[in-house]
């Protein structure tokens, strides 16, 4: 069982506006900055959001990050169906001296 | 251009030993943290460990303590992972990635490789 929660799944029709959340606790995301990544099928994770609400060069302004307290949110609007992948989200935890991942989210574009 | 270059996998028999290595290009390590992370097949992201940027500290996940050791070799700007008493629950793919800040994001990633304990 992960330290960050992450709904299972998450769909939506090609334009729609979804959101991920990630639910952790003060000693992860709430001390310390939430970054999430996105992983194509049969490819390597990358980094889509940084610091909470930064987005890394290339990285289209369609992917937003937000945080609040001990959670924190990822939203697609104009969803794509490019966007069909696995999203994770993350952050270093200060009580376990580990990095933590939610279990991800698989976004379906219908 | 930054690039991480994992290789070393392989399958191997529980108990044995093996060692990861991702060679880095387009920055150094001693400026940067350094972590693996692998995945289980059909399964999410685990993070494994970490090295921080000046090798002073280090940090591994609890199921990994005491088996797998994380270094690296600056003057081939080289990361490595040694596992050791390998188990089938460590069968995954591995990948290396570059932290952006200490507590910060895995801002580059490998393309992973594979390692497979059965026996």
């Known amino acids: 069982q992960s330290v960050l929660t992450q709904p299972p799944s998450a769909s939506g029709t090609p334009g729609q506006w979804v959101t991920i959340s990630c639910s952790g606790s003060k000693s992860n995301i709430g001390d310390n900055p939430v970054s999430w990544y996105r992983q194509l099928p049969g490819t390597a994770p990358k980094l889509l959001i940084y610091g909470n609400d930064q987005r890394p060069s290339g990285v289209p302004e369609r992917f937003s990050g937000s945080k609040s307290g001990t959670s924190a949110s990822l939203a697609i609007s104009g969803l794509q169906s490019e966007d069909e992948a696995g999203y994770y989200c993350?952050?270093?935890?200060?009580?376990?001296?580990?990095?933590?991942f939610g279990g991800g989210t698989t976004v379906t574009v219908l | 251009q930054v690039q991480l270059v994992e290789s070393g996998g392989g399958v191997v028999q529980p108990g044995r030993s093996l060692r990861l290595a991702c060679a880095a290009s387009g920055f150094t390590l001693n400026n940067y943290g350094m972590h693996w992370v692998r995945q289980a097949p059909g399964k999410g992201l685990e993070w494994v460990a970490v090295?921080?940027?000046?090798?002073?500290?280090?940090y591994y996940t609890d199921s990994v303590k005491g088996r797998f050791s994380i270094s690296r070799d600056i003057s081939k700007n080289t990361l490595f992972l040694q596992m050791n008493s390998l188990r089938a629950e460590d069968t995954a793919v591995y990948y290396c990635?570059?932290?952006?800040?200490?507590?910060?994001?895995?801002?580059?990633w490998g393309q992973g490789t594979l390692v497979t304990v059965s026996p």
């Open positions: 090295i921080w940027f000046d090798g002073g500290n280090k």
């Open positions: 990635a570059r932290g952006e800040s200490p507590y910060g994001a895995l801002d580059q």
């Open positions: 993350a952050a270093w935890d200060d009580s376990l001296y580990d990095w933590v």
